[in-house]
């Protein structure tokens, strides 16, 4: 189905970075080397060379669709659902959804057979995808949904982007102690996701960053239990972390569960917000890993500042919580137990920077 010239035609549904997308995914579709999230490279010996020395191969996507979407008909499609099933199997190409201003109120799945979509909103105040399951519905066969299955979007596809658009779970914030209320906004379970200008609206259990390699830059994300949670490697870089809690909350739960996993959440230069008391860390796996570093706190921060979850697995005798050079006046508190540690530069030093996710051949410089 052809895109109405409605569409085009009212500009104040693309905003100039939009445009700026198009014209460089235009210019850079012949290109394997761009700078873009979407590329990577594969170390291989050369044929041609005996010294042991490797090269690098980019492998990637080849040309680019773009894809529009308004919820009032005046687009190639009404739902983000119906753009996202419009994309091929086993896909190779960049595809960009150009998603217009409004409120678009259903479940979306990227299957981990659609790698290289990015959705791009008007802005995360204008364009919002929002549903509102919670871990005790029942499904369609009957069963309790569960927590990993409530998001409003899931996305399972790698190299995975979203800009200026917001994901919400509508479903009411629980009372602390109340059981089934987990209400996913948004989960993430593809390798090499980014995430700039989003917004991230729960209540318990918010963000699902599942598993893979992701970086979240300029992001707003709100919640009140948990609001961050999983087995992700990722980074959080200028972000602002926003807390709902009525009697207590806590921002991160990190399941990392053996000493060699990689895996964890760096948080660089946000801000923590809201109402409190609120425990800024738990230790959902055994060696859970969390850092915070040059992030300001409001005065919400609970006494003793993390959690070990269980309290009975001796978890703060593995997990690693670490604090560098954060401030404002819950930052004391940040730094209230012994397992909570306050990191030196050599020590902080792989939380600060992209590499941390392996970002070098998959962020652009302008992105980082």
Not at 11 to 24: E, K, M, Y
Not at 130 to 139: L, P, Q, T, V
Not at 216 to 227: A, L, M, Q, T, W
Request: charged share 15%; aromatic share 12%.
């Amino acid at each position: 189905m052809a895109a109405s010239p409605n569409f085009f035609y009212s500009l104040s549904l693309i905003n100039i970075t939009t445009i700026l997308i198009i014209l460089s995914l235009s210019l850079n579709a012949g290109n394997s080397r761009a700078s873009s999230p979407q590329y990577h490279s594969i170390n291989s010996a050369s044929d041609n060379s005996t010294s042991g020395k490797h090269h690098h191969r980019w492998v990637g996507p080849s040309g680019h669709r773009v894809i529009t979407v308004d919820v009032n008909g005046l687009a190639d499609y009404p739902t983000v659902q119906a753009a996202v099933d419009a994309v091929p199997q086993n896909n190779m190409k960049n595809v960009l959804i150009l998603i217009a201003a409004g409120c678009y109120i259903e479940k979306v799945v990227v299957p981990a057979s659609k790698p290289y979509i990015t959705f791009q909103g008007a802005g995360r105040e204008r364009t919002v995808i929002e549903w509102h399951d919670r871990a005790s519905d029942k499904g369609a066969d009957g069963q309790q949904l569960r927590t990993y299955h409530t998001a409003s979007v899931s996305v399972f596809a790698n190299y995975f982007i979203a800009r200026n658009i917001s994901f919400k779970n509508t479903a009411p914030a629980p009372m602390p102690g109340m059981q089934g209320w987990q209400a996913v906004a948004f989960r993430i379970s593809g390798d090499k996701a980014f995430f700039s200008g989003c917004g991230f609206h729960g209540a318990q259990d918010t963000l699902c960053d599942d598993a893979g390699r992701h970086y979240f830059k300029e992001c707003y994300i709100e919640g009140s239990i948990d609001f961050i949670f999983g087995n992700g490697r990722s980074m959080y870089k200028d972000c602002e972390l926003h807390s709902i809690a009525t009697r207590f909350g806590s921002i991160a739960a990190q399941d990392r569960n053996l000493a060699d996993e990689k895996t964890g959440f760096a948080f660089l230069n946000c801000r923590v917000t809201g109402t409190g008391p609120l425990y800024v860390g738990r230790a959902m796996g055994q060696y859970s890993r969390i850092v915070f570093s040059y992030t300001y706190f409001e005065d919400v921060v609970a006494h003793g500042g993390w959690d070990d979850w269980d309290h009975v697995s001796n978890k703060n005798k593995t997990v690693f919580f670490g604090v560098y050079k954060c401030s404002g006046p819950g930052a004391a508190a940040v730094r209230g137990v012994s397992w909570a540690r306050e990191l030196d530069y050599d020590t902080a030093h792989p939380f600060l920077a992209k590499s941390f996710v392996n970002g070098r051949h998959w962020i652009s410089p302008s992105d980082a």
